[in-house]
Every structure is written in structure tokens, then in C-alpha cells.
T-cell receptor
Framework: EAQVTQNPRYLITVTGKKLTVTCSQN?????MSWYRQDPGLGLRQIYY???????DKGDVPEGYKVSRKEKRNFPLILESPSPNQTSLYFC???????????FGPGTRLTVL | LAKTTQPISMDSYEGQEVNITCSHN???????ITWYQQFPSQGPRFIIQ???TKVTNEVASLFIPADRKSSTLSLPRVSLSDTAVYYC????????????FGAGTRLFVKA
């Protein structure tokens, strides 16, 4: 089954404790992206990647890192999480830059 | 990326046709128009994409006038399960992956 998976689905952590949210797709897509969604603010893009080792900033990259060492994986790294990074995070992939994006199930992160 | 403007919310009744209009005055020549649907706590799901005139698939139609400065998503005979947020996106087909979703339109379908 074609899908985008994210782990963990739920995470509660404390300020400053490094964490990684994994994202994996099995559709051989070149493009992958991370979004965060907050009430009243809609979906905002954090980072995107057009291929292995090619990443670029979206609208809200501060406090986040990404890497794209393999085509199927695009982990989101929070080196020192803060409470303002409490949010619902989505990973997405597509076969080309503006083709249909397939979204993962989301990761709900709470930073205390 | 072209900015889009949509109504914040709409109400409808089951069985009615719903039309959601999106304004994108600064759409570029290479830009496509894409609509997504999102249910609470789920990722958005692709509905339809088009460049000009009319596109229809099994769930919706997309109407794009000749000047392409707006587009209308048409949902035929909505049901309660169509209650969701609908996003209009405009961007370069295949040219990159910078994406702006905007606030979307919250559709509430009543019995």
C-alpha cells in the first residue's frame, strides 16, 4: 500500500531535550516536505526536499533541522525543543514539485 | 507563489451542490490550481488539480475562467462526511516544492 508513515504519532517531551520525528514514504517520490499546523494558522511549511541531499527552507524553519540521506526518509529534528513548537506536524511527499502531495497521519508534539 | 483568498467558512445542507471560490489574482503562467480536503487531525487529501477551463473527477469539478484569476471547486450533492476544511493552492507544476496552504474554507454540512 502506497503511504507516508510518521513516528511517533504522539510525543510529550520537555524543553531542550533533542528529538527526531521520522518520516518515510514507499512511493519512490523525489519531493518531501514537513508542515506544522496550529489552530488559526493553518498549515505552514517548515522544510522541503527536492531530492537526496537537496533541502530548502519553507516559511517557518527556525528551530528545526532536516536531512535527506535516502530518498524514502526525511526526518525532522528539533535540537532544543521549546513550548512554541508544540504543534501537529505532517510529512508529505510527491512525485514532482507540484503534483499531488500524499500526507502522513501526523505527529502531535507537546513540549512542556 | 501566488496568494490565494477563500471564504473562511460556508454552511450547506446534505444533498446540495457546494461551490467554493478561490481568488488568485497574481497567478503566473506556469501555475496550476490544486485543491485539498482536510478532516480534523488528519493530513490534507488531494481532491483535484487544473490549469484552465474545467476539470472533473469522481468527487469534484474545478472551474477556471479564461483569465485564471479565480477558480471554483464544485462538490455535487454533499453529505455530512464532506464537512471539512478545503484549501486552494496555486503553484508551478513540477518547478519546485515551496507550498503555501493559506487558511482554507471550513465547510459545514448540516442534515
Amino acid at each position: 500500500e502506497a503511504q507516508v508513515t510518521q513516528n511517533p504519532r504522539y510525543l510529550i517531551t520537555v524543553t531542550g531535550k533533542k528529538l527526531t520525528v521520522t518520516c518515510s514514504q514507499n512511493m519512490n517520490h523525489e519531493y518531501m516536505s514537513w508542515y506544522r499546523q496550529d489552530p488559526g494558522l493553518g498549515l505552514r511549511q517548515i522544510y522541503y526536499s527536492m531530492n537526496v541531499e537537496v533541502t530548502d527552507k519553507g516559511d517557518v524553519p527556525e528551530g528545526y533541522k532536516v536531512s535527506r540521506k535516502e530518498k524514502r526518509n526525511f526526518p525532522l529534528i528539533l535540537e532544543s525543543p521549546s513550548p512554541n513548537q508544540t504543534s501537529l506536524y505532517f510529512c508529505a511527499s510527491s512525485s514532482r514539485g507540484y503534483n499531488e502531495q500524499f500526507f502522513g497521519p501526523g505527529t502531535r508534539l507537546t513540549v512542556l | 507563489l501566488a496568494k490565494t483568498t477563500q471564504p473562511i467558512s460556508m454552511d450547506s445542507y446534505e444533498g446540495q451542490e457546494v461551490n467554493i471560490t478561490c481568488s488568485h489574482n497574481n497567478i503566473a503562467t506556469n501555475d496550476y490550481i490544486t485543491w485539498y480536503q482536510q478532516f480534523p487531525s488528519q493530513g490534507p487529501r488531494f481532491i483535484i488539480q487544473g490549469y484552465k477551463t474545467k476539470v472533473t473527477n469522481e468527487v469534484a469539478s474545478l472551474f477556471i475562467p479564461a483569465d485564471r484569476k479565480s477558480s471554483t471547486l464544485s462538490l455535487p450533492r454533499v453529505s455530512l462526511s464532506d464537512t471539512a476544511v478545503y484549501y486552494c493552492l496555486v503553484g508551478d507544476h513540477g518547478g519546485g516544492f515551496k507550498t503555501i496552504f493559506g487558511a482554507g474554507t471550513r465547510l459545514f454540512v448540516k442534515a
